[in-house]
């Protein structure tokens, strides 16, 4: 399919290939659809642009005072930072406490961390919490990516534990991709 620069809009994909990404029916209807060319999208109320789990959890623990969170991830999962800051320098306020931003940081996972892993990044940006924020604790998440690429969250901890000398406790939901760790200090 040839690119049609007079249009300011891009195709969708699915409709530029004739395909779909939902259906309801057998096969066989599925098969007979494609051969007569009536191939048709299923309305259905399932969504991509869903709040992730990693997001959730960010969300939660960024409200922690005196914490910071590192999220294990591309810098794409970072962009709700900036909410997290507003919701949390908000809700100090309400309360007559003394406002300031939430301690957030990204390791910003790239495409070769995705291939060679992201171990070491994230190493860095835990110490770089504890340096720039001096946090009572340190929460870590992780996002699809780190979870997919399968870095050994807990081999990280265990190397910074004795580098910064602090205690540290490992949780992990499989299901969710999320790790927590906490790192008090």
Avoid: W
């Amino acid at each position: 399919m040839a690119i049609d620069l007079r249009s300011a809009e891009v195709p969708i994909r699915e409709a530029s290939l004739g395909a779909i990404t939902g259906y309801a029916g057998t096969a066989a209807d599925l098969q007979e659809a494609v051969e007569k060319g009536n191939l048709a999208e299923k309305d259905r109320a399932f969504s991509q642009c869903v709040t992730c789990s990693s997001v959730t959890a960010i969300c939660q623990l960024a409200m922690i005072q005196d914490a910071a969170v590192v999220n294990h991830a591309p810098l794409g999962c970072a962009g709700d930072f900036t909410n997290f800051n507003f919701i949390n320098r908000s809700g100090q306020l309400k309360r007559g406490m003394r406002v300031e931003n939430a301690h957030l940081i990204s390791s910003n996972l790239r495409e070769e961390d995705t291939i060679y892993g992201g171990a070491l990044k994230l190493a860095q940006a835990v110490k770089e919490a504890k340096q720039r924020f001096n946090p009572k604790a340190v929460f870590i998440t992780t996002s699809c990516a780190s979870g997919i690429i399968g870095d050994d969250i807990q081999g990280v901890v265990d190397a910074i534990e004795s580098d910064i000398q602090v205690p540290a406790v490992f949780s992990l939901l499989q299901e969710q991709f999320t790790v927590t760790v906490l790192f008090a200090f």
